[in-house]
């Protein structure tokens, strides 16, 4: 994972020191130098609050072109990062729709494995999907547990919590709506949790 160029270069055009992405991103100078100078592979996490800090998506960091019209992206060709600490992947499904604002990715979690997520942007919606497993999702001071098939659309602009329950891996579809960013709100939208009504097939 070659992040390190696109999150020099990205601070460089916003003209920020690293002690100043540091205090807007929370990530401490010292992790911020040794990413841009390759010492360090950052985590999903840490790389996303990067990315807030450079008001940019993850996808931007990593550099995603957009793929030409009907090529599709076949399993063993997709861009996937690999979270160190909770052994969580991050596969990118669309690329096409990366310089679009809208990020769509498939979360595989282990069970038991946590992320925590900064708030995004104001504006920013997102949406949730469960393809296997259970999962926990907290968005500020709200809590939705979401079995296979469930689903649940929310503002982005408060911290988040993804927890993978029981036994088996969870699965999941994240979409990241960006297009919106500086409406202001938040909160898990009333009744958009609504459960498929299948339960009991394969995802």
């Keep these: ?36 100078c390759g010492k360090k ?3 999903i996490r840490i790389l996303h609050q990067i ?17 030409p019209q009907l090529e599709p992206i076949r399993r063993a060709e997709r861009r996937v990062m690999i979270d160190a600490g ?3 992947e991050r596969h990118l499904l669309s690329p096409q729709l990366v310089r679009r604002g809208i990020e769509l990715v498939m979360y595989k979690m282990p069970a038991g494995a946590r992320i925590d997520w900064r708030a995004d942007m104001p504006g920013s919606m ?17 809590e939705a547990l979401l079995q296979r098939g469930d689903s649940v659309t929310f503002l982005g602009d408060k911290p ?29 939208a009333p009744g958009a949790m609504a459960p498929s009504g299948d339960q009991s097939g394969g995802a």
């Design 1 to 36: 994972m070659e992040v390190a160029p696109q999150i020099a270069a990205r601070r460089q055009v916003l003209n920020l020191t690293l002690s100043q992405l540091s205090e807007r991103s929370g990530v401490s100078k010292g992790m911020l130098s040794d990413v841009e």
């Design 41 to 43: 592979n950052p985590t």
């Design 51 to 67: 990315a807030l800090g450079l008001e940019c998506t993850i996808s931007d960091l990593l550099g995603v072109e957009p793929s």
């Design 86 to 88: 909770s052994g969580s």
């Design 126 to 142: 997102q949406h949730v999907t469960v393809l296997e497993g259970a999962l926990r999702l907290v968005v500020g001071p709200e």
């Design 160 to 188: 988040q919590v993804y927890e993978a329950l029981h036994e088996s891996d969870c699965r999941f579809i994240l979409l990241v709506d960006s297009t919106q960013v500086g409406r202001v709100g938040g909160g898990i």
